[in-house]
């Protein structure tokens, strides 16, 4: 028995220092010293036994169109227990009310052993899947970050934003992108951190819930509300759409004849167990596919924590898993690198241990052996060195021409917003025949009722000043306006 516990011990020893290090990519010789100290921490303090002993607190907070439920969840190599649990209201609460219905729950539990997630309801979200080249994965986050306004009606620091990879195929990366607008989830997390709560994950409130389950494939999971029902689209457990559907049976009917014809499976979630029973038969009737009750399939968890707090648990353990990337929209798209070289630090330093403690029982004579020994295995690891080196530089060349491409990306956005301002601050009766644009000034010829009057239009505008003509007006007999000739300095 024994000796079967220490088997089981060392399978368990060897799988955490694989998750441990399988997070170790090479990064460029630009990253700060701060970075590059972090991983050193990470790999040299490395013990096995802080994923046995850790006990983390997690408070989850899910912020729906009509209730609000949050439950704080202790989590540890052993399981799971729920610590408390509640539900709050029919409508989304204000900030302080939000404060005052969590502080019930955590009442008796340390603010600061907590971890908070916020889970924001879909109307707050943009979801989207876009297509990049693969050779795009080295510099993810920048191409995310640069195509966050044209992918939604907001800027890129107007938002909290996070990816999650979809698969790798035909040289695409398949990608799905979240985005929440910071205007309404501020004052919830201002309140919060002001009571000592501050939040360290948002992620989008039916998002988690997909990765609960055990299926693959495409999955729709039909999430039924009291007021309304949200059709949720999966990939491989990772959330590609929400479609909020009002017209009760028939509205979902009508849905899912649209989206789960190329679904491996649909799921339905939802706690009126005579709309449920409605809806299956609609189903059976319209000879779509039949549905799988989210409780059947996870029947424990369902009567452990409760089945309506099932999305608070989904958003806990997804960010107590951590094998692969976990969403959080804080985060703004930034993926935790760690650097190569502190491995092999630890390397050699094993390898320096073995040596000396082999020299202990060798003769002094064989010593040239083991020298030998040592100078093959350095020129062994020679050319993986130089071919480290090869891609650093690489690596260094592609960010020079992405700069230069955002940098050509940002003139051609300047131009289009000085022409949609020459659209809005002209006369409608005004025509411009030329326009000539630098980088300090821009020239106009046209036509205008007065043209005299459009030199304080243009002074009023935000992009330009010293306005003045270059020539002076004079009329155009056959077209009955005056020619005019203009030229602004840029601001």
Sequence with gaps: MAKKNLISYARHLFTSARDN????????????IANYLEAAKGVLFYSPLDKILHTQKYLSIVLEKDSVSACVIKVSASGCTVVNRNIYGDTYPRPEELVSFISLIVEGTSASALKTILSVPKEWCVIKTVEFPVMAME?????????????????????????????????????AIYAVKKQPVEPYLRALADNG?????????????TGLLPLTGNIVLINLRSRYAELIRAENGITTAVYTVKDGTDGIIKAMEGIAADSAATVVYGHDAEALAMLKAA???????????????????????????LPAAAAVFADARRKTKCLNLLSLGMV??????????????IIFIAMFTLSLYIPIWKDEGAVAEIDKQI???????ERLTALQKDTKKIDGDLAVINSMMGKRVLMLELLKELTVALPQDTWLARVVATEKDV?????????????????????????????AAFKDARLGKERFHIKAALK
């Design 379 to 385: 020129k062994a690891l020679k050319p993986e060195y």
């Design 197 to 209: 709560l501050a939040v360290s994950s948002i992620v989008p409130a039916s998002s988690s819930l």
């Design 21 to 32: 290090l399988r997070g170790v990519t090479l990064t460029g010789s630009g990253n700060s």
């Design 139 to 175: 510099n993810i986050s920048a191409a995310i970050a640069f195509q966050i306004p044209d992918l939604t009606p907001f800027s890129t620091a107007d938002v909290y934003y996070d990816f999650l990879i979809l698969r790798r195929e035909n040289g695409k990366l398949y990608t």
């Design 336 to 349: 935790e690198k760690k650097s190569l070289p502190m491995a092999l630090t630890l390397i050699l330093s």
């Design 443 to 471: 020239s106009l010829e046209g036509y205008a009722t007065n043209a005299s009057a459009l030199i304080g239009m243009l002074e009023n505008s935000k992009f330009f000043k010293d306005v003045g003509t270059s020539s």
């Design 283 to 309: 189903i059976s009737r319209h000879g779509l596919r039949d549905l799988q009750d989210l409780r059947e399939l996870l029947p424990a968890m369902a009567d452990t924590i409760g089945y309506e707090y």
